[in-house]
């Protein structure tokens, strides 16, 4: 991947998730990538483009910490997501969840990509944590404490909501 492609694409994460999609124009993500708009052009046909890319890898950033947590840590496959999804929050999400607020701006259109792109990461979420034993409902069950702690962590101290998550996934039994 080229560096200014890079750079556009952390550039325009940041900006989004600080500011909106809708906020955001593409001239000030290239003049903070400092870059001009023509590369922007030659990486990404559109906004809609850039958006989707910026989703995808966040998808992936996130799978990424989960695996690389539930690889390192003991205890069960509830705890150890659940420390996975605590330690992306504390590392990159303390603004709430993109992917919801990507909805929530283009939710007008419920066939829109950014909106298909969100529900897919909703389900590709809950089929990541059934792979790693629970069941659908588990799997439900954890990801709804993951989207109330997400959402908690933007108003709450982390810790407390830590220690809130923790004594919740307990209560999730492994069939």
């Given at each position: ?117 969100v529900n897919s990461h909703k389900e590709n979420t809950i089929r990541f944590i059934q792979a790693y034993g629970l069941d659908r409902s588990e799997a439900l ?33 492994v069939n």
């Amino acid at each position: 991947m080229s560096s200014k492609r890079e750079d556009l694409l952390v550039t325009a994460e940041r900006l989004f998730y600080s500011h909106g999609f809708h906020a955001i124009g593409l001239k000030a993500i290239v003049q903070e990538a400092g870059v001009a708009l023509m590369t922007l052009y030659n990486h990404f046909a559109s906004k809609e483009e850039l958006i989707l890319e910026i989703l995808n890898r966040r998808e992936q950033a996130y799978f990424d910490v989960l695996q690389k947590v539930i690889a390192e840590e003991t205890g069960t496959v509830q705890e150890k997501l659940a420390s996975a999804h605590l330690a992306w929050l504390k590392d990159t999400a303390s603004n709430g969840c993109m992917f919801l607020r990507a909805k929530e701006e283009f939710s007008s259109d419920s066939d829109h990509p950014i909106v298909n792109n969100v529900n897919s990461h909703k389900e590709n979420t809950i089929r990541f944590i059934q792979a790693y034993g629970l069941d659908r409902s588990e799997a439900l069950k954890l990801s709804l404490l993951f989207e109330g702690t997400t959402s908690l962590a933007e108003t709450t101290d982390i810790k407390e909501v830590e220690g809130v998550l923790k004594s919740f996934v307990d209560c999730i039994e492994v069939n």
